[in-house]
């Protein structure tokens, strides 16, 4: 963990949008009042989403202090789920499973593949910002080995020419959203 100014936190309402706070809110409506750490985690994603896709110091000390549960519960949950990210990380995260079914059937090849279609090692992002690799514990999709998620949507029984796809796709998203934002400030 890095040194953080404790003395200096943010009120997670300035940090984030209503609606943001509101879904917050919401999940915190879903546990009896006195347990403040179960919607840790529902935090956690909200913030993330409203924060390029990544969590700071700071907007973890400011969830602790919304949730009124200490900095560390909140740091702990942050670094065992690997859906948190604590640093930059790109606008498609490819997060491939190398949990034992997965290694198995060939997660090996899959990130190897990965690597070299991207130019890039595990734990990295592309030049432009758009991928990052990273390995992951069993997803609940065994049957599916070797299986990857990319920014929620799984796909499984993966292939070389499958992951060729899924990039492909991700691709002429990427250049369709080009395309419309170009028509919008036309
Ligand atoms: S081992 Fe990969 S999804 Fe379970």
Same mark, same amino acid.
């Given at each position: 963990m890095t040194d953080f100014n404790y003395d200096q936190t943010l009120h997670l309402k300035q940090l984030l949008p209503k609606d943001a706070i509101d879904e917050i809110d919401h999940w915190m409506t879903k546990y009896p009042p006195e347990r403040h750490r179960p919607p840790i985690i529902a935090a956690l994603k909200v913030v993330q989403e409203h924060h390029k896709n990544y969590l700071t110091e700071e907007l973890m000390q400011a969830v602790a202090e919304y949730l009124d549960v200490p900095h560390v519960a909140v740091y702990e949950v942050a670094t065992f789920y690997t859906m948190f990210h604590l640093n930059p990380?790109?606008?498609?995260? !490819?997060?491939?499973?190398?949990n !034992?079914?997965?290694?198995?059937?060939?997660?090996?090849?899959? !990130?190897?593949?990965?690597?070299?279609?991207?130019?890039?090692?595990?734990?990295?992002?592309?030049?432009?910002?758009?991928?990052? !690799?990273?390995?992951?514990?069993?997803?609940?999709?065994c049957g599916g080995a070797p299986m990857l998620e990319v920014n929620k949507q799984y796909h499984e029984n993966l292939?070389?020419?499958k992951i060729d796809q899924i990039l492909s796709d991700i691709a002429?998203?990427?250049?369709?959203?080009t395309h419309s934002e170009t028509e919008v400030e036309e």
């Open positions: 990380v790109g606008k498609y995260v !490819i997060s491939v499973c190398n !034992i079914s997965c290694s198995l059937r060939g997660a090996n090849q899959v !990130i190897e593949h990965l690597q070299s279609r991207l130019n890039i090692k595990l734990g990295e992002t592309t030049d432009d910002g758009l991928y990052t !690799i990273k390995t992951v514990e069993c997803m609940a999709a292939t070389e020419e002429a998203m990427e250049l369709s959203n």
